[in-house]
């Protein structure tokens, strides 16, 4: 069974900071892993995915993320932080479980804070 | 871009009636799903559908019922609504191709409020 942890429910930071938002996985198979960005009333919205290849992957809005196999870590960065980046983070996994080939574990979310 | 439209955004209803949350996408996606997002709880998996007519159950799938008549059309049905099903219900499509690594794109989401 594939799990994510996001460490951290809530995360403050001030402007022109540097974002981290940390998420460990774990997964039997090697893993497909996404962040996604939910403004306050609105659905979720992919920020970047790691497939195969590169591990440092580069997203929307300056955001990076570097997938790391021997930590099982997958943490979301941005070198300085926007008070538009208030925002709340959901790092997900998908991979062979079972017959649940469609299906994306989600975290339960880092509320990021930007303080100006 | 991908557009995925759930009919309301905010929905009040009673104990016991039934009630039904409706998501369409433009984008001739194979897979659609429903989730619930509470605080601190995330996202919850309550139906997907890879096909049409096909369902499978997702990790909270008591109290609900989902129809899929058409690719693009997928409804969620709380057959007796309860007042623990008051919730921010989301739904996303995803393509087919290549399944595990095609993201998901969600609505904007209901904010369900039963009194």
């Known amino acids: 069974a594939q799990s994510v942890t996001q460490l951290g429910s809530h995360v403050s930071v001030s402007e022109g900071a540097l974002v981290l938002l940390r998420c460990n996985y774990s997964?039997?198979?090697?893993?497909?892993l996404f962040w996604y960005v939910q403004y306050p009333n609105q659905g979720l919205q992919l920020l970047l995915k790691?497939?195969?290849?590169?591990?440092l992957v580069k997203g929307i809005n300056g955001f990076e993320a570097e997938f790391k196999k021997s930590e099982t870590s997958f943490h979301l960065t941005k070198p300085s932080a926007h008070m538009s980046d208030a925002a709340e983070y959901f790092c997900?996994?998908?991979?062979?479980?079972?017959?649940?080939?469609?299906?994306?574990?989600f975290g339960k979310g880092t509320l990021l804070t930007v303080n100006p | 871009d991908v557009k995925v439209t759930q009919s309301s955004r905010y929905l009040v209803k009673r104990t016991g009636e039934k009630v039904f949350l409706e998501c369409v996408q433009d984008?001739?996606?194979?897979?659609m799903f429903w989730y619930r997002q509470d605080p601190g709880l995330g996202l919850r998996l309550i139906y997907f559908?890879?096909?049409?007519?096909?369902?499978e159950k997702g990790d909270i799938p008591e109290g609900y019922s989902v129809s899929r008549e058409k690719k693009e059309r997928f409804s969620l049905i709380l057959e007796s609504a309860s007042t623990n099903q008051t919730s921010m219900y989301l739904c996303?499509?995803?393509?087919?191709?290549?399944?595990?690594?095609?993201?998901?794109?969600f609505g904007d989401g209901t904010r369900l409020s039963i009194l």
């Open positions: 996303a499509s995803s393509a087919d191709r290549g399944r595990l690594y095609q993201p998901q794109h």
């Open positions: 997964s039997s198979v090697p893993p497909y």
């Open positions: 790691y497939t195969t290849g590169a591990t």
């Open positions: 997900a996994v998908s991979g062979h479980s079972g017959g649940s080939n469609y299906k994306l574990t």
């Open positions: 984008m001739d996606h194979e897979n």
């Open positions: 559908s890879y096909d049409v007519k096909m369902k």
